[in-house]
């Protein structure tokens, strides 16, 4: 696991964790009571966050020892820190569960068959790891480590295996992407204020013509500057958006209609399929979270 330097230290829990060969999962919770600055240095392989519930707000990342101390991304929620890197996380006060996967390095470049190149382009990138692929593996792992079933070791071995693939080929899209034809910063920053503003689904269309863009540019310029499709973006801002929402107490009836949906049947099935568990799901394991959390602290 990483090495973690702490500003404000921060209470860390592991709640459960599974172990195969190549890599060590593990379901982590954190209350974090004051804003942070964090380092994590993983060593020689490679460490993948997942958000099980939502970051605190502002949480960015940086690597001060390629970059300086000054800048910082925004972390979405999968990011990925490669072997012999350290990260810098700073972010809001809260309280936060992950997934958090170790791969060894020799498993991810055997079976892509060399080393990746992390250069500038690579780090910023898997800051924020848009591919459903990924996603759709650690939510799996989430359920085998949360609940072992038969044989869970060597399902996790598997699976693993599929997610050094996975991590791979995103690398490998990286770097194939074009240098140029990505969408200029005042336009991401358009749409992300697009969504922030609004938790309805935007068009395409009106996200194009608010940037001055037709619909296939957006689309195109999109994906070279995020490596995800912008559908996918926003859908997983708005979930981000309704994880919040949910544990703030809003009920799922006043969420669903929130955020556009036609009905909460509706919202309750785009949510599980991006989330992994129904909204009162969802709302029932992070109650139970706090709650362990507060009782520990006592």
Not at 44 to 62: A, E, K, Q
Not at 127 to 147: K, M, N, Q, Y
Not at 177 to 191: D, E, F, Q, Y
Not at 238 to 244: L, N, T
Request: hydrophobic share 40%; net charge positive.
């Amino acid at each position: 696991m990483p090495e973690t330097q702490l500003a404000h230290s921060p209470t860390m829990i592991v709640d459960a964790e599974l172990s195969a060969a190549g890599i060590t999962a593990q379901i982590v919770r954190f209350d974090i009571p004051e804003p942070t600055d964090t380092r994590h240095a993983l060593g020689s392989g490679y460490h993948v966050n997942m958000c099980l519930t939502p970051r605190p707000l502002d949480s960015r990342g940086g690597y001060r020892e390629r970059w300086g101390p000054h800048r910082f991304e925004r972390l979405g929620d999968i990011f990925a820190i490669p072997p012999g890197e350290a990260l810098y996380i700073r972010g809001g006060s809260g309280r936060q569960a992950s997934l958090v996967c170790t791969i060894d390095a020799a498993l991810v470049h055997d079976l892509l068959g060399r080393d990746l190149p992390w250069d500038d382009a690579h780090l910023a990138a898997a800051l924020d790891i848009g591919s459903a692929h990924v996603r759709a593996l650690l939510f799996r792992i989430t359920a085998e480590v949360r609940h072992p079933g038969l044989a869970a070791q060597r399902m996790l071995e598997l699976l693993g295996g599929e997610l050094a693939i996975e991590l791979g080929r995103y690398g490998l899209e990286v770097a194939e992407r074009p240098t140029t034809g990505g969408l200029s910063g005042w336009r991401l920053r358009l749409i992300e204020e697009r969504l922030a503003s609004d938790l309805t689904s935007p068009s395409l269309k009106d996200l194009a013509a608010m940037c001055g863009l037709s619909v296939r540019q957006l689309t195109r310029g999109f994906r070279v500057s995020r490596a995800c499709s912008i559908g996918d973006y926003i859908e997983q801002r708005r979930m981000e958006a309704a994880k919040r929402l949910l544990m703030e107490g809003e009920s799922v009836k006043t969420v669903a209609f929130a955020m556009g949906f036609a009905s909460p049947s509706s919202f309750t099935f785009a949510f599980r399929r991006a989330v992994g568990a129904s909204p009162s799901t969802f709302r029932q394991r992070q109650a139970r979270a706090l709650s362990s959390m507060a009782s520990a602290a006592a």
